[in-house]
């Protein structure tokens, strides 16, 4: 099993930026796509990007894709999610994913970090 670490999250104030790594043990075909995803207390986890490592294709969901970025350093296994002009309601238990296919279906994903925690304060 891969192993996914995430990292970077913490406590802000809103407007900062603040990137989130994604540390992949390796790389494979059952997780040449990476994607991010959050979840903020009594929500549904949501989806919020994902890119793939061969290409650097890559999709960002509507509602935050004027503020966030991904992007990934393959020699380093690591996808990153950059996010500027952070919001409260950007409060969130973020985690980083693996599947095979770029998809923005949480449930299809079956390789899971343990989430980073980001909690931003107006």
């Known amino acids: 099993q891969v192993q996914l670490v995430e990292s970077g999250g913490g406590l802000v104030e809103a407007g900062d930026s603040l990137r989130l790594s994604c540390a992949a043990s390796t790389r494979t075909h059952g997780n040449r796509n990476m994607g991010w995803f959050r979840q903020a207390p009594g929500k549904e986890r949501e989806f919020v990007a994902a890119i793939y490592w061969s290409s650097g294709s890559a999709k960002v969901a509507d509602a935050v894709k004027d503020r966030f970025t991904i992007a990934r350093d393959n020699a380093a296994n690591t996808v990153y999610l950059q996010r500027n002009n952070l919001k409260p309601e950007d409060t969130a238990l973020y985690y980083c994913?693996?599947?095979?296919?770029?998809?923005?279906?949480?449930?299809?994903?079956?390789?899971w970090g343990q989430g980073t925690q980001v909690t931003v304060s107006s």
């Open positions: 994913a693996g599947w095979y296919v770029l998809t923005t279906d949480a449930s299809t994903y079956d390789n």
